[in-house]
T-cell receptor, first 113, second 113 residues
Framework: DAGVIQSPRHEVTEMGQEVTLRCKPI?????LFWYRQTMMRGLELLIY????????DSGMPEDRFSAKMPNASFSTLKIQPSEPRDSAVYFC???????????FGNGTRLTVT | TQLLEQSPQFLSIQEGENLTVYCNSS?????LQWYRQEPGEGPVLLVT?????EVKKLKRLTFQFGDARKDSSLHITAAQPGDTGLYLC?????????????FGKGTLLTVNP
C-alpha cells in the first residue's frame, strides 16, 4: 500500500498565480479530506468529500479556493489567485469510513511570495 | 465551530521523566483520536477512544477519554527521545454516514537525552 500520495511536495509561486495541489487517496477509502496547517492556526479542515461528493466545505477560506474529486482515485485543491497569506502546508487525508483513522499524505508546502 | 484546546503548547523534558498533555473542549464528540506528527510528515494515528471514561494503553502511553466525552489526556511514562514530536488530538463528529475530525493545535514535545 503506497499510502496517500500528494504532489508536489514543495511549491513556490508568486502572488496572483494559480496553484493546483494534487492528491491520490488510498484505494478503497471513500472519505477524503483537505487540511491546511500553519503555526498560528494549527490543522484546519478545508473540505471533506464522501464518495466523491463534497459534504462540508465550510472551511474553505474564500472563493479563491476550490476543490474537486472527479473520481475515487484523484482530488485537486486549486487556489486562484494565490496570496502570501495562503502560505502553509496543505495535507490530504483519506479514510475508509466512520470513526476510522485518517491516513495523511506527507503534505505540500506552499510558499507564495 | 467546535474547538479543541490543547495544553501545554510546548513541553521540553529530560529522558526518563513522565508527562501529561491535555485536550479540552466545550463540545461533545462521538470519538476522540490522538495523532503524532514528525517534521516533514503527516500525522499518524496513535489511538481512538469512543466511550466516556475509556482508558487505553499503548506501551508507555496512556490515553483517557473524559466521562462527558469533551476532554482527553495523554500520559507518557519514562519519556524517551524517540517520543519527540507534535501530539495532536482530534474530535470526531458524525452525522448520518458522514464523519469528520476537528484537530487541536497540538503539543510540541521535546525529550532531551
Amino acid at each position: 500500500d503506497a499510502g496517500v500520495i500528494q504532489s508536489p511536495r514543495h511549491e513556490v509561486t508568486e502572488m496572483g498565480q494559480e496553484v493546483t495541489l494534487r492528491c491520490k487517496p488510498i484505494s478503497g477509502h471513500n472519505s477524503l479530506f483537505w487540511y491546511r496547517q500553519t503555526m498560528m492556526r494549527g490543522l484546519e479542515l478545508l473540505i471533506y468529500f464522501n464518495n466523491n461528493v463534497p459534504i462540508d466545505d465550510s472551511g474553505m477560506p474564500e472563493d479563491r479556493f476550490s476543490a474537486k474529486m472527479p473520481n475515487a482515485s484523484f482530488s485537486t485543491l486549486k487556489i486562484q489567485p494565490s496570496e502570501p497569506r495562503d502560505s502553509a502546508v496543505y495535507f490530504c487525508a483519506s479514510s475508509p469510513g466512520e470513526r476510522s483513522p485518517l491516513h495523511f499524505g506527507n503534505g505540500t508546502r506552499l510558499t507564495v511570495t | 465551530t467546535q474547538l479543541l484546546e490543547q495544553s501545554p503548547q510546548f513541553l521540553s523534558i529530560q529522558e526518563g521523566e513522565n508527562l501529561t498533555v491535555y485536550c479540552n473542549s466545550s463540545s461533545v464528540f462521538s470519538s476522540l483520536q490522538w495523532y503524532r506528527q514528525e517534521p516533514g510528515e503527516g500525522p499518524v494515528l496513535l489511538v481512538t477512544v469512543v466511550t466516556g471514561g475509556e482508558v487505553k494503553k499503548l506501551k508507555r502511553l496512556t490515553f483517557q477519554f473524559g466521562d462527558a466525552r469533551k476532554d482527553s489526556s495523554l500520559h507518557i511514562t519514562a519519556a524517551q527521545p524517540g517520543d519527540t514530536g507534535l501530539y495532536l488530538c482530534a474530535g470526531g463528529t458524525q452525522w448520518g454516514s458522514n464523519y469528520k475530525l476537528t484537530f487541536g493545535k497540538g503539543t510540541l514535545l521535546t525529550v532531551n537525552p
